[in-house]
């Protein structure tokens, strides 16, 4: 079964992969991961809820990848002490924000994933959140680099230290409450009309 789930995000993967145009990355790729999943009942194979990993929050709390089920989500991979594109990437946010303004929080959450965890603890995400003055919307989280690299993979977000910051691929996804992927735009600043168009669909 296993398997079968790998191979079928993988499939997904490359799906969105060619869908995109050329990306503004500025890393090389990152060795592979083996992603460890299980299948649930409640959510398709095509879901990043099947991923096992653990994750903790900025209120330094436990959380598995399928306690984000049951709303849609804009997940997007930072890291807090970025000081040129996390912050672009924020600013993207906020103007898909503006936009969905008539949604409410409880049906359309941000998991911002930092790829950072030796930085950014819970304190670090928490004085983030409020420094940049994020909505009840967002969620920061963080793993171990085995965990972080494993959901990048199927994110199909890039990213490598360099020194004290990272390069890194600069993509939002969007997952529908099953947490499937329905949609991702890559690049900085770009137009968020089809990202908006693609969250509307989602009936929230």
Not at 11 to 34: Q, T, Y
Not at 59 to 86: F, N, P, R, S, W
Not at 91 to 99: F, G, H, P, S, Y
Request: aromatic share 6%; proline share 1%.
């Amino acid at each position: 079964m296993k398997t079968n789930i790998i191979t079928c995000l993988t499939i997904l993967l490359v799906f969105f992969s060619c869908s995109k145009k050329n990306s503004s990355s500025c890393c090389s790729k990152s060795e592979g991961a083996d992603a460890e999943v299980s299948f649930s009942e409640d959510i398709s194979e095509l879901s990043l809820y099947n991923l096992e990993s653990e994750w903790v929050t900025q209120d330094d709390q436990i959380l598995h990848l399928e306690d984000l089920k049951g709303k849609a989500q804009i997940m997007v991979m930072i890291y807090t002490k970025c000081a040129y594109a996390c912050p672009r990437l924020i600013a993207d946010l906020k103007r898909v924000e503006e936009e969905i303004q008539d949604i409410s929080s409880s049906d359309l959450g941000i998991v911002l994933v930092s790829m950072d965890p030796e930085n950014d603890t819970p304190a670090q995400m928490t004085e983030y959140s409020k420094r940049n003055k994020l909505s009840d919307r967002y969620m920061l989280i963080t793993s171990t680099e085995h965990n972080i690299l494993e959901l990048s993979h199927l994110l199909n977000v890039k990213f490598k230290k360099e020194g004290d910051d990272y390069a890194h691929s600069n993509i939002l996804t969007l997952l529908d409450a099953q947490g499937e992927i329905v949609f991702q735009q890559e690049g900085l600043g770009e137009d968020i009309t089809k990202l908006v168009s693609h969250i509307r669909k989602l009936s929230l």
